[in-house]
């Protein structure tokens, strides 16, 4: 869903002048925000969608996709991006 909002994300400010009860409208950090969230949350919908196939996955298929996310989790704690770290370390702390 978030991925479809993103392309819509010019439609939203529109709908806000015309329609005046909508007045929950995204700021451009919090789409920014989003765009972030969706980057990290792209490799996890690629993982569940591998190990929780119709086949039944294989040890190294599962050991595979659970490497790239923390991977990407360890690489994600690296960046000196406030937002993201907070987010990432959260859920390595819950690990």
């Not at 869903?1 to 007045?23: G, Q, S």
């Not at 190990?51 to 360890?74: A, H, Q």
Request: charged residues 30%.
């Amino acid at each position: 869903m978030l991925v479809v909002a993103i392309k819509f994300k010019d439609i939203f400010p529109r709908f806000a002048d015309r329609e005046p009860n909508y007045d929950i409208c995204l700021s451009a950090e919090d789409w920014t925000k989003v765009e972030k969230v969706c980057s990290v949350l792209e490799l996890f919908w690629i993982a569940t969608h591998i190990i929780s196939g119709s086949d039944y996955p294989t040890c190294s298929l599962f050991f595979n996709e659970v490497s790239r996310v923390k991977v990407l989790s360890d690489k994600k704690t690296l960046e000196n991006d406030v937002f993201i770290w907070d987010m990432v370390a959260r859920n390595e702390d819950q690990v």
